[in-house]
């Protein structure tokens, strides 16, 4: 054990950057806490424009041997940091419930599978990528995948490893290197990647991982002139300001940003289906992106939808991330604690009824909330919240229904519980949403476009789409004549 490391529930993170195929410590540190109990678990080096040049800097420095290195090694090697995730699994999910307040089962059994599958998913598509040839007039047109060069990513705090490999992976698939920046507020699970990264034989310097503030160290990286991408996930009024850095030297950008997304419940549906799926909306304590916190309920069902969701509900258990039987955990921070009983005591003010909840717990804590009499241009139906709380309105038919599920800014997911085949066509043509689901919830395939409308996102990622981004096409077309062979 040196000073940078610290033991987290038994095992041991690396608490400094890692550069360059190095250990790198800053000068100043920042607290890492748990949201479980809001206890220090550890100072993390706190990166600056230095460290954020340095990894700029060795990500340039790497990305000509593995932009050179095949496409079969490249997804050998990916594979293996799969590899080294599934070995690690268990000690990853302690350490992110630890971190970020997330469910230890859910750790376990779904989101770490899933970031070995980000690995593999994408290691497999790059060797399917389509590059056939094709003619013109007798020339050949032949399209490369070239790799783009370093790319930074920032990511958020809500699902820390999940969406950071979620860019990894298809980043580095392309031959691209990377310089991983991850939130503040869930910083550990990056450093162990970095760990299993070089284990698996990643050479030094394609993956680098900054700790820092995103005002000091993220917005040094954003605005570096070596750096070819950039893709976050996060807040749209801090996509802006990536956006503004971005520009200045055209850096291609990715960004998946907040929603608001409504789930549509129609007097046709199995309320039973409709319930379970409103309910999981308090997933993560609410903390999910893709959440749908609008509840869209037709009139003649809405008190029977109403009693059932009320029912089961109050079924859910509060507490503990670790605790198998805890449904519900904290929230990550006092600070957003303190901006979800904002939005929620506003809403009150302005004539809301919580139907239930309404009110912090000790500690992180937040009771599951239902909000009914809310406006539809009330800050609480606009905004995003990011907390378990939830508002429900009533629509008297299809066409209303369609309106209130697309008046807001956002765009990024929605949600259709009906038991009719052609109202679920008919509805979700006219819905403004980057995923549609129709009688389920957060059913993923990796291979699907991915992202947001309207200020829910710029552009997908997901499958042939990663690749889009993450490389720089290029078409080469050959003449049939010219060759001193044949003239
Ligand atoms: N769409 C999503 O998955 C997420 C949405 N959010 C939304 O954002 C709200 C605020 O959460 P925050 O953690 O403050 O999100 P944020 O957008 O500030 O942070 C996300 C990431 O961006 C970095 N960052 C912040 N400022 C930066 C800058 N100027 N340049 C480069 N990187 C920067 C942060 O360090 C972090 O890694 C939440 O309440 C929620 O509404 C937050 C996390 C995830
Ligand atoms: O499945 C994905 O790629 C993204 C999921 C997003 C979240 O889990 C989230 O923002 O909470």
């Not at 399917?128 to 490369?144: K, M």
């Not at 392309?174 to 990264?197: F, R, Y």
């Not at 008190?303 to 509900?313: G, I, L, P």
Request: glycine share 8%.
């Amino acid at each position: 054990m040196t000073d940078h490391t610290i033991t987290v529930a038994g095992t041991a993170v690396d608490t400094r950057h890692w550069i360059g195929g190095e250990r790198v410590a800053s000068a100043e540190t920042f607290t890492d806490v748990s949201p479980i109990d809001q206890s220090a678990i550890g100072e993390i080096s706190r990166g600056t424009a230095t460290e954020a040049a340095a990894a700029v800097a060795a990500a340039k420095a790497a990305f000509p041997g593995w932009a050179a290195t095949t496409w079969t090694e490249r997804a050998r090697i990916l594979h293996a940091v799969a590899d080294g995730v599934e070995k690690r699994l268990e000690d990853l999910a302690i350490v992110e419930t630890t971190d970020n307040g997330a469910l230890l089962r859910s750790h376990r059994r779904g989101v770490m599978p899933r970031v070995a599958h980000n690995f593999r998913f994408f290691a497999d598509w790059l060797l399917r990528l389509d590059h056939d040839d094709f003619e013109t007039r007798g020339h050949t047109n032949h399209v490369s995948w070239d790799p783009a060069g370093p790319c930074v990513l920032i990511t958020p705090w809500n699902a820390p490893l999940m969406l950071a490999t979620w860019k990894v992976a298809p980043a580095l698939a392309a031959g691209n290197t990377v310089i991983l920046k991850p939130a503040e507020w869930s910083p550990l699970t990056a450093s162990l990647l970095a760990d299993i990264a070089a284990e698996a034989g990643l050479p030094a310097g394609v993956l680098n991982v900054v700790q820092g503030y995103g005002a000091e160290v993220g917005s040094a990286l954003v605005s570096h002139p070596d750096v070819r991408r950039i893709s976050f996930t996060g807040s749209v009024p801090t996509a802006k300001r990536i956006a503004e850095s971005a520009a200045a030297n055209l850096t291609p950008l990715s960004l998946e940003l907040g929603g608001k997304s409504p789930l549509l419940v129609f007097a046709d549906a199995d309320l039973d289906l409709a319930t379970d799926l409103a309910v999981e909306q308090y997933d993560n304590a609410g903390q999910v992106c893709l959440a749908a916190t609008r509840i869209l309920v037709e009139e003649s069902v809405a008190d029977e939808f109403t009693r059932r969701f009320v029912e089961k509900a109050a079924r859910l258990d509060q507490g503990d991330p670790r605790d198998e039987a805890t449904d519900i955990g904290p929230n990550i921070h006092a600070r957003q604690l303190e901006k979800i009983d904002g939005f929620v005591q506003r809403a009150v003010a302005a004539g809301a009824r919580a139907v239930i909840g309404g009110h912090r717990k000790d500690g992180l804590y937040y009771a599951p909330t239902l909000l009914t009499d809310v406006a539809q241009d009330s800050e609480i139906v606009q905004e995003e919240v990011f907390g378990p709380v939830l508002t429900l309105q009533t629509f008297s038919d299809e066409e209303e229904a369609v309106r209130l599920a697309n008046d807001t800014r956002f765009g990024l997911a929605a949600t259709v519980a009906t038991g009719d085949r052609e109202r679920a066509d008919r509805v979700t043509a006219q819905l403004v949403a980057g995923t549609v689901w129709v009688n389920c919830f957060f059913v993923r395939d990796l291979q699907a476009p991915f992202g947001g409308s309207r200020h829910s996102g710029v552009g997908r990622e997901g499958g042939t789409w990663s690749f889009d981004f993450y490389c720089d096409l290029k078409n080469t077309v050959t003449a049939p004549k010219g060759w001193k062979d044949h003239g």
